[in-house]
């Protein structure tokens, strides 16, 4: 079945032809298999949300433009899934708030970070880092620590979409700001985020681009405001309850 093939008028046709696209992503070479069970996961939870934003992860979103617009070198971090289901919307929130974009794969090989960017590429982006690979995140033993020197090696802030916890802490350890994409809020990721968005990341980047698209004009200091005025525990604990009543 393609894309076009599933009917508008089935329940569950948003969720299919998001799979698919996942599906797709692993033909292609983009996204590993790996990436399939994460995707399971991921509409798992996502069903129990209601599939929907909920207003915790609205604010989430809404601190996390602020902390991409007010960062020195932000970099928007692109794993498999992410530029299977996404491309054009992480294209166009790198445009919103001048971040970089940079591939970084747990199953890093050359040949799909280069899938990859090529794919991002077709999507409108300029620059993809990633493939430069001269620079390590310390206390990561795996691939997922291989990144450029120039990017997330250097970043201040780093939007780091369906992550794997260690390296959200990783990057929490050497200083760096993470910025968290993930559905699951009892995940290590999101618990090891400055920012921890719980939502789909299909609805959450136009979010943070739509929210950095309205702070364009904001003052640092409004900018610093909505930083300081987010707490990460309780949208968390907002986004469990949530998940637990299925209410707001
Ligand atoms: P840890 O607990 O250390 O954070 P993990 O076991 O959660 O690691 P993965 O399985 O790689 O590591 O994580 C995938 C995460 O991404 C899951 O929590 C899943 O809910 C989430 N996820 C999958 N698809 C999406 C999506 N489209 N949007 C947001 N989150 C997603
Ligand atoms: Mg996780």
Redo the contacts with the bound molecule.
Sequence with gaps: MTEVDVPASHPRSESLR?RHRIEAGVEAGITSR?GL???G??EA??YLLGERTIPSADAAERAAAAHLLRADHAVLSVNG?VAA?APAETVELADATGAALEVNLFDRTDERVAHIADHLRDHGAEAVLGAGADDRVPGIDHERATVDADGIGSADVVLV??????RAEALAEMGTTPLV????PL????RAAAVPIV????R?LPNVTAHARELGEASDAELDGIVEDFDARDALDAAEAAIRSGDE
Excluded: K
């Excluded at 994409?181 to 699951?184: A, H, R, S, Y």
């Excluded at 939502?199 to 299909?202: A, E, I, K």
């Design positions: 998001r790996q069970i994460a995707q996961r991921g939870f996502d899934n289901l979409p369906l992550e794997d916890g260690d994409v993930d559905l699951n995940s290590r990721s999101a939502d789909n990341l299909v959450a």
